[in-house]
């Protein structure tokens, strides 16, 4: 079956990095594009970023565009997301996306930034 597993958040400051990971498993992961969500509280899930099948394309929310960065490596079935810069705003639980076309997701992995 298909999995999906986050990991790699945490708590950080205002400015700082961090590189989140998802694992894929049970599907041709080199065969569809990946997609990084993230749900902060009280709010809609909303799409942050967005990597075809072959990481040839990559696109982003306007909000993160410049600071983050999609990346994959079909060879060892991974998904990553490289965040720079992060500000407050940005606190959310970050969300793994493939739809096959049915969509699946991962638990999802806790990013907070503070100070």
């Known amino acids: 079956q298909v999995q999906l597993v986050e990991s790699g958040g945490g708590l950080v400051q205002p400015g700082g990095s961090l590189r989140l990971s998802c694992a894929a498993s049970g599907f041709t992961f080199s065969m569809y594009a990946m997609r990084w969500y993230r749900q902060a509280p009280g709010k809609e899930r909303a799409l942050v970023a967005t990597?075809?099948?072959?990481?040839?394309?990559?696109n982003y929310e306007d909000s993160v565009r410049g600071r983050f960065t999609i990346s994959r490596d079909n060879a060892k079935n991974m998904v990553y997301l490289q965040m720079n810069s992060l500000k407050p705003e940005d606190t959310a639980v970050y969300l793994c996306?493939?739809?096959?076309?049915?969509?699946?997701w991962g638990q999802g992995t806790q990013v907070t930034v503070s100070s």
């Open positions: 990597i075809t099948s072959d990481g040839g394309s990559t």
């Open positions: 996306n493939v739809r096959r076309p049915t969509t699946y």
